[in-house]
């Protein structure tokens, strides 16, 4: 069952243009061909990529932050209620005033108090300042190494500046050893961010961002199965070459050092526009599109490939948007304030209501001087929760 599977998997009409075989990217005469058993190596490269992170988070970056003034906001902690925890972890963080005044009065609480135990129970599991210099220190070292590093493996090749050359005499392109480390380095990184996902900084785009991971993953893991390393090379270059921007940009953010940051968000801007919303389009998508069939017809590969890049610029259009409101905030008050995908600290005492705090409650009653709204008064004395 597994060999005809595998054997229907890997049928070269799937992966190779018409009139292609395997036979012909195989080694000889001194010449290396891409294989797909090669990206296996990507898998304990990975888990060597985490080590490091984690290494350099606590040596470097923790360090770093300190001696650069990223000071965590002190939180007050939750106090322990069991009721509110376990709803809290089974229902959402966010209850709706109907349900927020039932769960007052089940516990004997005022409708405030209640509204600041979730604020400060969604606080506690906000990840601090420092985790987020850490998280962004350590992208922006790989990043930056991995721009230039790809940069100085491409600088001398023809594709680079002629996209239409990544389609000359294929398949039949060696591999150079150079492109062939760089590729993998950044296979590894992006299942290394796989790993880590559950412990990173969670924004409002998270979705969008483990998308755009599995869609990444599998570009590359096709792209080099397939002997498409030239036009993928393209296409992870320019990416890296505004992802190290806007991880310096948050690092900035996290200092306060204000000028320095607007500044470099201007700049990051511009660059992601051009690579993303310009460059990817009209080089990367129309030779993919249109120069690399010109003279082969179409297969299944040049469809799934050309899938994978429509699904990037799609998800380049949505952050592409946040950045627009990003730049008329910036527009409109003068500096960036804050990352339209982060989830901001709420203010523990928002309302107002820290006095109320320590009014005690008579057999489950409101106190005669404490704002109750008539929806928890009506709950307290039996009446079930609207729906």
Request: proline share 5%; hydrophobic share 45%; with cysteine.
């Amino acid at each position: 069952m597994w060999s005809s599977f595998n054997e229907w998997f890997w049928q070269e009409k799937l992966w190779l243009p018409p009139n292609s075989s395997w036979v012909a990217l195989e080694d000889r005469d001194g010449l290396v061909y891409p294989h797909p058993r090669d990206v296996l190596a990507a898998l304990p490269l990975a888990l060597a990529l985490v080590a490091m992170r984690f290494t350099f988070e606590r040596f470097i970056g923790l360090p770093l932050s300190r001696w650069l003034g990223v000071r965590d906001q002190a939180r007050r902690p939750a106090k322990s209620n069991a009721t509110l925890e376990k709803y809290f972890l089974t229902e959402g963080c966010k209850p709706k005033e109907p349900q927020m005044a039932f769960l007052a009065a089940q516990c004997g609480l005022t409708l405030q108090q209640t509204r600041r135990w979730f604020r400060r129970r969604r606080n506690q599991d906000r990840p601090c300042l420092s985790k987020k210099f850490c998280e962004a220190s350590w992208r922006f070292v790989f990043y930056l190494c991995s721009f230039f590093g790809g940069l100085s493996v491409l600088y001398h090749e023809s594709w680079l500046w002629t996209p239409v050359m990544c389609w000359d005499n294929y398949p039949d392109q060696p591999l150079k050893p150079g492109l062939y480390y760089w590729y993998l380095l950044e296979l590894s990184f992006y299942i290394s961010l796989l790993i880590t996902l559950h412990l990173d900084v969670k924004r409002k785009d998270f979705k969008e961002q483990v998308a755009h991971h599995f869609v990444t993953i599998t570009l590359i893991v096709f792209s080099y199965s397939a002997n498409l390393l030239r036009i993928g090379s393209l296409v992870l270059l320019l990416h890296d070459a505004s992802d190290y921007l806007l991880e310096a940009c948050k690092i900035f953010n996290y200092t306060r050092w204000r000028k320095a940051c607007d500044t470099l968000f201007i700049v990051f801007s511009l660059v992601f526009f051009y690579t993303r919303l310009v460059l990817f389009p009209t080089q990367i998508l129309y030779t993919t599109y249109y120069e690399s069939i010109a003279s082969s017809g179409p297969f299944f590969g040049y469809y799934f490939f050309n899938g994978l890049l429509m699904m990037l610029q799609l998800l380049h259009v949505f952050w592409s948007c946040l950045i627009l409101r990003m730049i008329y905030s910036f527009t409109r008050k003068g500096q960036m304030e804050k990352d339209v995908r982060s989830d901001v600290e709420e203010a523990d005492s928002s309302d107002g209501d820290v006095a109320q705090e320590s009014l005690p409650l008579k057999n489950g009653a409101a106190p005669t001087d404490g704002p109750r709204s008539r929806a928890a008064g009506r709950l307290a004395n039996g009446h079930a929760p609207a729906t």
